[in-house]
Nanobody, 127 residues
Framework: QVQLVESGGGLVQAGSSLRLSCAVS????????MGWFRQAPGKEREFVVN????????NYAGSVKGRFTISRDNAKNMVYLQMYSLKPEDSAVYYC????????????????????WGQGTQVTVSS
């Protein structure tokens, strides 16, 4: 079992930056793929970015590429999502997630591939 706890959300103005954190505990493994998803009111949960825990390889959604950066700290079992140039349309609940790497790794993965989820953290970007 893996526990994921997000933090760092908040209310910011458009153009601002924000860093989300995800603390990973429990049965940690280098075989994980970590993902960030987000869900805005009335919309389906969507892929933002993922990262292979072992190699650090990443995939970004087109809407955030060049503005968001994912990273991980193996020693601290932490995953971060640094967000720059935030836009009102980035407002959503952001979720940290994890799955085992089974040979496929790509952008815009469906959330159904991920088996562990955090409780989410709210990000609101005002215009």
């Amino acid at each position: 079992q893996v526990q994921l706890v997000e933090s760092g959300g908040g209310l910011v103005q458009a153009g601002s930056s924000l860093r989300l954190s995800c603390a990973v505990s429990g049965r940690t493994s280098n075989s994980y793929v970590m993902g960030w998803f987000r869900q805005a009111p009335g919309k389906e949960r969507e892929f933002v970015v993922n990262i292979k825990w072992s190699s650090g390889a990443t995939n970004y959604a087109g809407s955030v590429k060049g503005r968001f950066t994912i990273s991980r700290d193996n020693a601290k079992n932490m995953v971060y999502l640094q967000m720059y140039s935030l836009k009102p349309e980035d407002s959503a609940v952001y979720y940290c997630s994890a799955r085992y790497y089974t040979g496929s790794f790509y952008s815009n993965e469906p959330d159904s591939k991920y088996i562990y989820w955090g409780q989410g953290t709210q990000v609101t970007v005002s215009s």
